[in-house]
């Protein structure tokens, strides 16, 4: 597992498409929503600008590399190479997706430690750490089952589009409108609940064990990912 991880981190920093996507375009709209965060914090609350850096982060950066990643493994049969090594399933998909993870966990954690300096300290960082590598969770689940419909990494570009889309248009949404309204909703769609969960914990005011119960439908999310992986994954491309 460890020589994939890092054989797939060295062509992560090569591949200049990826790192535009992984790096600059994340970067670049943090740094949006950090220069502006006064204005932002007019429309939402600080809470929701770290939610929308953060699915920023995953979904561009974590949830589409992944999926381009795998599809180009897949389409050049380095997958199928790599399961004729000693390497189980679990550990080849998993150390494929890895570095990809660990740089986005990295950069949420930079720049919404930049936000609490340039602002305010969130209310409780462990809730939001916990909400941080839920999120991840589960747009790694969500990047594994897109891969099985995307058949090239060229296609990626279009198969990753309605969920990076989707999940940031989710966090707007609840971010700017609270979950006052439509609560079941806004709380089930992929991202919703996530949101929430991050406003509480950097705004504070609601109680923990209320805000943990916002951790189901995320996890939720992440079983649904897994069971869609299971079902379209293909190690081979398609004939």
């Known amino acids: 597992m460890r020589p994939i991880f890092l054989s797939e981190l060295v062509q992560l920093f090569r591949n200049r498409s990826v790192l535009v996507t992984s790096f600059v375009m994340p970067i670049a709209v943090s740094a949006f929503f950090l220069y502006q965060h006064d204005l932002f914090t007019q429309i939402g609350s600080l809470g929701y600008i770290a939610a929308i850096v953060m699915f920023t982060v995953t979904a561009f950066g974590l949830y589409a590399s992944s999926v381009t ?19 189980g399933d679990a550990g080849i998909l998993t150390a494929l997706v890895l570095p990809a993870t660990a740089i986005a966990l990295v950069q949420v954690t930079v720049v919404l430690a930049v936000l609490a300096v340039v602002t305010t300290a969130p209310d409780d960082p462990v809730l939001l750490a916990v909400a941080v590598l839920t999120t991840a969770l589960m747009m790694v689940g969500l990047a594994l089952a897109t891969a099985g419909l995307t058949n090239s990494p060229e296609h990626a570009q279009v198969t990753t589009l309605p969920v990076c889309l989707g999940v940031v248009a989710v966090a707007s949404w609840v971010g700017i ?11 089930l769609l992929p991202g919703g609940s996530a949101t929430e969960l991050v406003v509480n914990a950097w705004s504070g005011g609601v109680a923990v064990s209320d805000s943990l119960l916002l951790l189901a439908p995320t996890l939720a999310w992440v079983v649904v990912a897994a069971a869609l992986a299971a079902r379209l994954f293909r190690w081979e491309p398609r004939r």
């Open 177 to 187: 409108s609270g979950t006052g309204e439509l609560t079941l909703l806004k709380r």
């Open 69 to 87: 990643t795998l599809a180009s493994r897949r389409q050049n049969l380095f997958l199928k190479r790599l399961r004729s090594t000693a390497a």
